[in-house]
């Protein structure tokens, strides 16, 4: 039985791990070391109707995130098209093909990929308040293939009015989340970004946007009937399990799949596989959707931290960030209840789970 199998949008997938647009999936072999590392299904580079013009400095890891300024492919489409897409679909997965950017382009291009992929990923990067260029790039794919688009958004738009227009205009999926920003962060040896683009500013992505993606998801899936696939700051079983809960059919990997390398995809795979067979749950179906029952709990009284001695190891993490004062630590950590507000930090803050919350009737 495989509990990983999913299906969406007439893809067949034995694994929702994929790569996200971006530098691990550069060119034909990268496509290969991602199906080699385990991968779902392969989602190449963004291609428009001219290579990209990419500065240098372009990427840099900073503290719990990471920043780019990398554009789309510096490939023009002639390459794609002789070499690269023939290697990637000797992966024997599933393909799904990145184009961007305005509807004339998207229509250009989507006609002479067909023959290459399972289905179209639209990068949009767009950030107005307007969907109309959503809308126009969606129907312009549309047109010019028989196939599958998926629309990639960014998070800094009027979300559910973007992924609504995006399904009128006949989107089959949604892609949530393209990198945040623009940001900055400064070199402190030469005083100067770390990005050689114009303005200095780079995109974010990485463990910094992951609470930012699971949102998007989480509001697109209470407006849409389309498939959503989770991309941002997913670098472990833990994150894809959540995305998957907030509603999302599959998940992309880009950052940590360039600071980690490819096998990255078949690891988050097996890590989220264990999470299933450890809870004995048959498929991802069971779980997607489940933190939709949320009911916000405004009273202390209805909740309490609960320490379990069996897994406390009396580390003293949960007492030092417990700004009520109200835990102590013994053999085990003991919660002063007349102390504690239920703010929950505590929860965050043990690395044994030995702390969980504990509700009244
Ligand atoms: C270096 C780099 C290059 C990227 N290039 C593209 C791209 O060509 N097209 C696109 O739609 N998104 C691109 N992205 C965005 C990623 O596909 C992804 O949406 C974002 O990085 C969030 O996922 P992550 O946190 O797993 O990296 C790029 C991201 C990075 C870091």
């Not at 990637?88 to 989507?110: C, D, N, R, S």
Request: glycine residues 10%; hydrophobic residues 45%.
């Amino acid at each position: 039985m495989n509990r990983l199998q999913v299906e969406f949008a007439g893809l067949k997938l034995k694994n929702p791990v994929m790569p996200a647009a971006g530098p691990p999936i550069k060119d034909g072999p990268a496509a290969l070391a991602a199906a080699e590392g385990g991968a779902g299904a392969i989602v190449t580079k963004t291609i428009s109707t001219e290579g990209a013009r990419v500065p240098r400095q372009n990427m840099a890891e900073i503290r719990g995130g990471f920043l780019n300024t990398e554009l789309w492919s510096e490939f023009p489409p002639e390459q794609w098209l002789e070499k690269e897409y023939p290697i990637v679909k000797k992966a024997g997965l599933p393909v799904i093909v990145g184009l961007g950017y305005t509807a004339p382009q998207i229509e250009e291009l989507a006609k002479k990929v067909a023959p290459f992929a399972d289905a179209l990923e639209l990068s949009t990067h767009y950030l107005g308040s307007d969907p109309s260029p959503v809308v126009a790039a969606v129907q312009a794919a549309k047109r010019a293939a028989d196939l599958p688009v998926f629309v990639k958004l960014s998070p800094q738009i009027d979300l559910p009015l973007f992924a609504t227009a995006a399904e009128k205009a006949g989107a089959d999926g949604l892609v949530l989340i393209n990198s945040l920003g623009p940001c900055l962060d400064i070199d402190l040896e030469t005083g100067k970004s770390f990005m050689g683009s114009a303005s200095g500013y780079g995109w974010l992505s990485g463990p910094a946007i992951f609470p930012v993606a699971l949102r998007a998801v989480y509001e697109a899936y209470q407006h849409v009937s389309i498939p959503i696939i989770g991309v941002g700051g997913v670098s472990s079983g833990r994150e894809a399990i959540k995305m998957i809960m907030a509603g999302a059919a599959a998940v992309q990997v880009c950052t940590a799949a360039i600071l980690e390398g490819p096998g990255i995809y078949g690891k988050i795979a097996r890590q989220m596989e264990k999470y299933l067979a450890e809870r004995n749950i048959q498929s991802l179906a069971e779980i997607r959707g489940k933190a939709h029952n949320w009911q916000r709990l405004e009273d202390l009284r209805r909740w309490q931290p609960l320490i379990d001695p069996e897994y406390c190891t009396a580390c003293g993490r949960c007492a030092k960030a417990c700004v009520y004062h109200a835990i102590t630590i013994d053999k085990y950590a003991v919660v002063d209840y007349e102390r504690c507000a239920g703010c929950g930090l505590c929860i965050t803050q043990c690395k044994f789970g030995a702390i969980a919350p504990k509700y009244e009737d």
